[in-house]
């Protein structure tokens, strides 16, 4: 008798190693996904410490304002510096309030689109915000 392996043998690897395919490729995608997300999540959570160091000193984030790429001050009081929001897929341009801080809340968007970090191409559909609670939302 001749070794080797049958036509229906041979499929079913065929078929095993698609299904492994199958469910590993997405887990694969939203695992980096993820990661390429925390980036972001950090430089709003730099932000938000800021924030949090802002309304100590004033009782209220009404004026609080990103000037001089990104650093939230009102007349130079935080040290929040424009590099540290630089990273591989989310740049400094990328993180805005959205809508204006009030006495006792506010809410930071970071955008990928608005990156011009070196990897932005890859962020460009996500955004995600930050409140003074600290809760975070992600859309991508």
Same mark, same amino acid.
């Not at 925390?38 to 000193?57: C, I, P, Q």
């Given at each position: 008798?001749?070794?080797?392996?049958? +036509? &229906? /043998? +041979?499929?079913?690897?065929?078929?095993?190693?698609?299904?492994?395919?199958? &469910?590993?490729?997405?887990?694969?995608? !939203?695992?980096? $996904?993820?990661?390429?997300?925390? /980036?972001?999540?950090?430089?709003?959570?730099? &932000?938000?410490?800021?924030?949090?160091?802002?309304?100590? $000193?004033?009782?209220?984030?009404?004026?609080?304002?990103?000037?001089?790429?990104?650093?939230?001050?009102?007349?130079?009081? !935080?040290? +929040?510096?424009?590099?540290? +929001?630089?990273?591989?897929?989310?740049?400094?341009?990328?993180?805005?309030?959205?809508?204006?801080?009030?006495?006792?809340?506010?809410?930071?968007?970071?955008?990928?689109?608005?990156?011009?970090?070196?990897?932005?191409?890859?962020?460009?559909?996500?955004?995600?915000?930050?409140?003074?609670?600290?809760?975070?939302?992600?859309?991508?």
């Amino acid at each position: 008798s001749r070794g080797g392996f049958t +036509l &229906v /043998e +041979l499929m079913i690897v065929v078929i095993v190693v698609g299904v492994l395919a199958a &469910v590993a490729i997405p887990m694969y995608q !939203l695992a980096a $996904e993820r990661s390429k997300a925390s /980036e972001a999540k950090a430089g709003l959570g730099a &932000v938000r410490s800021s924030m949090r160091v802002y309304f100590a $000193e004033h009782r209220t984030y009404a004026h609080a304002s990103f000037v001089d790429d990104a650093a939230v001050t009102v007349g130079g009081i !935080l040290t +929040l510096r424009a590099n540290d +929001l630089e990273g591989r897929y989310f740049s400094t341009s990328c993180y805005t309030f959205d809508g204006a801080p009030d006495a006792t809340s506010y809410t930071i968007e970071c955008d990928g689109s608005a990156s011009t970090a070196p990897v932005a191409s890859e962020v460009s559909h996500m955004t995600l915000t930050i409140d003074e609670d600290g809760d975070i939302t992600q859309d991508w």
